[in-house]
């Protein structure tokens, strides 16, 4: 329930003008509204970009599509936690003091920073090329009704799918970084989603090739972050864990020469 005694909103966003700008600290202050969530907030500053100290600024950029958990393009780090801004409500994540709630708004740390709150997951994206993250179809004519599954297995493949490639596991993961060549743990997820589906498993064996390597599955430290902060509770310490068992098989039979070589080859190329 709002706590009544809460008359200002203060929000303090570190700001950065560009991909090569110095990061700054800046700060907003807000009339308090019960049910406000950090992108109403935002868009307040938005309609009146006045910092706290009453200069007028240009309004924080951020981004954000379905304001209902959905899309995933609106993660941020607030108040030291990675998250959705449109499902964190004020009253929920700030912290009190007085008649004030403040809360802090960054960037996530695991991207580059575009401007402000807004930074590139193209790194991620590209991750998902690497893995084959789709199901090969034969053109676009009418295939008549797919391959019918058990229901146990449609819904664990339901919970992979739910992964709105929103970056929060990416950014918890501590052995996903600019110094690391891990793939991290929603890429990851996706393969097992693939893998599991009666046509996407014709590729099993050039995406299990594909996390093989250093940068897949061996760079998971096991530190189970990502599931910790994963919005939609898709349990990827579960994936990641059958993954492991399936890449064992997969190298014992590669190296028993059962894998056919173009499988091999394609994946080099």
Same mark, same amino acid.
């Given at each position: *329930?709002?706590? $009544?005694?809460? +008359?200002? /909103?203060? %929000? +303090?966003?570190?700001?950065?003008?560009?991909?090569?700008? @110095?990061?700054?600290?800046?700060?907003? !202050? %807000?009339?308090? @509204?019960?049910? *406000?969530?950090? /992108?109403?907030? %935002? *868009?307040?500053? $938005? @309609?009146?970009?006045?910092d706290a100290s009453g200069q007028l600024t240009s309004p924080p950029a951020w981004e954000a599509a379905c304001l209902e958990e959905v899309c995933g393009t609106c993660t941020m780090v607030v108040n030291g936690r990675v998250r959705q801004s449109c499902s964190a409500l004020i009253d929920h994540v700030g912290i009190r003091k007085g008649d004030t709630i403040e809360v802090t708004l960054e960037p996530m740390s695991k991207f580059p920073v575009v401007r402000d709150l807004i930074v590139d997951r193209s790194r991620m994206f590209e !991750? %998902? +090329? +690497?893995? $084959?993250?789709?199901?090969?179809?034969?053109g676009t004519h009418d295939l008549g009704p797919g391959p019918r599954m058990d229901d146990r297995l449609r819904e664990l493949r339901y919970a992979f799918a739910r992964c709105m490639t929103c970056g929060c596991c990416m950014e918890a993961c501590p052995q996903y970084n600019e110094r690391s060549a891990f793939i991290g743990p929603a890429p990851l997820t996706q393969v097992k989603l693939f893998n599991l589906h009666p046509i996407g498993a014709t590729l099993e064996h050039e995406r299990l090739e594909a996390i093989s390597g250093p940068e897949g599955i061996t760079g998971c430290g096991n530190a189970q972050n990502c599931v910790k902060v994963c919005p939609k509770g898709i349990p990827i310490t579960r994936a990641i864990a059958e993954l492991n068992r399936d890449t064992t098989l997969y190298r014992l039979k590669k190296w028993l020469g059962l894998i056919p070589e173009r499988v091999i080859g394609e994946v080099a190329e």
């Amino acid at each position: *329930m709002p706590d $009544q005694t809460i +008359k200002t /909103i203060r %929000l +303090k966003v570190r700001r950065q003008d560009g991909p090569t700008s @110095r990061p700054y600290w800046q700060e907003f !202050a %807000l009339p308090y @509204r019960p049910n *406000m969530n950090v /992108i109403s907030c %935002l *868009m307040e500053i $938005q @309609r009146n970009p006045v910092d706290a100290s009453g200069q007028l600024t240009s309004p924080p950029a951020w981004e954000a599509a379905c304001l209902e958990e959905v899309c995933g393009t609106c993660t941020m780090v607030v108040n030291g936690r990675v998250r959705q801004s449109c499902s964190a409500l004020i009253d929920h994540v700030g912290i009190r003091k007085g008649d004030t709630i403040e809360v802090t708004l960054e960037p996530m740390s695991k991207f580059p920073v575009v401007r402000d709150l807004i930074v590139d997951r193209s790194r991620m994206f590209e !991750a %998902l +090329k +690497k893995i $084959q993250g789709w199901i090969p179809i034969d053109g676009t004519h009418d295939l008549g009704p797919g391959p019918r599954m058990d229901d146990r297995l449609r819904e664990l493949r339901y919970a992979f799918a739910r992964c709105m490639t929103c970056g929060c596991c990416m950014e918890a993961c501590p052995q996903y970084n600019e110094r690391s060549a891990f793939i991290g743990p929603a890429p990851l997820t996706q393969v097992k989603l693939f893998n599991l589906h009666p046509i996407g498993a014709t590729l099993e064996h050039e995406r299990l090739e594909a996390i093989s390597g250093p940068e897949g599955i061996t760079g998971c430290g096991n530190a189970q972050n990502c599931v910790k902060v994963c919005p939609k509770g898709i349990p990827i310490t579960r994936a990641i864990a059958e993954l492991n068992r399936d890449t064992t098989l997969y190298r014992l039979k590669k190296w028993l020469g059962l894998i056919p070589e173009r499988v091999i080859g394609e994946v080099a190329e």
